[in-house]
C-alpha cells in the first residue's frame, strides 16, 4: 500500500493511492500516528481497502499532501552513512553509526516550502531514505529488525552548517530547523520496495543534477540500523529513522554551494516518489499558514 496524508497545514487527513489514483480513507481511520501503526492500523487498511474497492471516496490530485506520517515522537538520523558522503566533507568513516535528532516540528509536506533559517549562511541539502517503524523496539536483534519496519519515505534532510558544524555542541541545532523535513509524497509500505538495498536516490537543485547514489552503498544497513538505535532509544509506532545521504551535498562543492530564496530543490528515490520544495527566505508569517486540529486516535 502507499499511504498519504492530504490537506491544509495541521489538518490533513490519512488516504491512500491505489491503481494511481487517491482516495479518502479519513471517515473509518485515525491518522497515520503511533496509534495507527500500535494497532494494527497497516492490516486493517489493507483488509478494508479490499473490501471496498470502488466504494471510497475520491481525492483530488489538486490537494496539497502532508506528510505521510503524523507527527512521530522521534526523528532519528544517521549521519556519514555514505563513505562518499564522508570523503567530500573530509569526514573519517565512522566505525559506528553517528545518531543524530532531528525535530518533529520540522516536519513538513513533499511539496511545501523550505525556508532559510534567520541567520542562516549556510542552508544545505540531503536526499536520503526514510524508514518508519512499525512497532515498539527496544534492544531489537538484527536478524529480527525487519519485522519492526512499517515502510519507506523519501525525506529531504535539509540542514544549516553553520549550526551544524560551526557552532559548538551538538549536530541537532543545524538540523531541526522549522521546515528541515519535508518527508513523502507517500508512504510505501514494506512489500511495495522489492530491494531496499538497490534503490537509487537523486537530488537536483534548479534543474541541475547535484546528488545521483544508491542505497547499496549505505555503510550501515537498515537492520543493523534498527537493532543499533534500539540500544540507546525505544523506537515507537510510527518514528522515523533517515538513513543518511550519498555525495552531492552543497557543504562537499568547491566552492561550496548553499540554498538561496527562489531556488528550487526536487529529489526522489526509486519506488518512493518524488518531491519538490521552492526555497524561501526567513519569515514569521510562515506560521500563521498552520492550522491545528485533534487528531482522531
Known sequence: MKL??????GLE?????????WFDVSDYFEDYNEYFFENDGL??????????????????????????????????????????HAKETGATIPAEPVIFMKSTTALIGPNDEVMIPRDSQKTDWEVELAVIIGKKASYVEEAEA???????????????????????????KGKGCD???????FLA?????????????????????????TTANLIFKIP???SYVSRFMTLLPGDMISTGTPAGVGLGFNPQVYLQPGDVVELGIDGLGTSKQKVIAFTK???KEVKTTTIKA
Open 13 to 21: 487527513r490519512p488516504g491512500i493511492i491505489h491503481e494511481g489514483q
Open 146 to 172: 525487519m519485522d519492526y519496519v512499517a515502510g519507506y519515505a523519501l525525506h529531504n534532510d535539509v540542514s544549516e552548517r553553520e549550526f551544524q558544524l560551526e557552532r559548538n555542541g551538538t549536530w541537532d
Open 179 to 185: 521546515t528541515f523535513a519535508p518527508v513523502g509524497p
Open 285 to 287: 508569517e510562515i506560521y
Open 43 to 84: 492490516k486493517r487498511l489493507q483488509q478494508f481497502v479490499e473490501s471496498n474497492k470502488g466504494k471510497l471516496p475520491k481525492v483530488s490530485a489538486d490537494e496539497r499532501l502532508g506528510s505521510p506520517i503524523a507527527r512521530p515522537s522521534k526523528i532519528v538520523c544517521i549521519g556519514l552513512n555514505y563513505a562518499d
Open 189 to 213: 509500505t514494506k512489500e511495495e520496495i522489492a530491494d531496499v538495498d538497490n534503490l537509487r536516490l537523486w537530488l537536483s537543485l534548479n534543474g541541475k543534477m547535484m546528488q545521483d547514489g
Open 4 to 9: 498519504i496524508r492530504f490537506g491544509e497545514k
Open 224 to 226: 543493523f540500523l534498527i
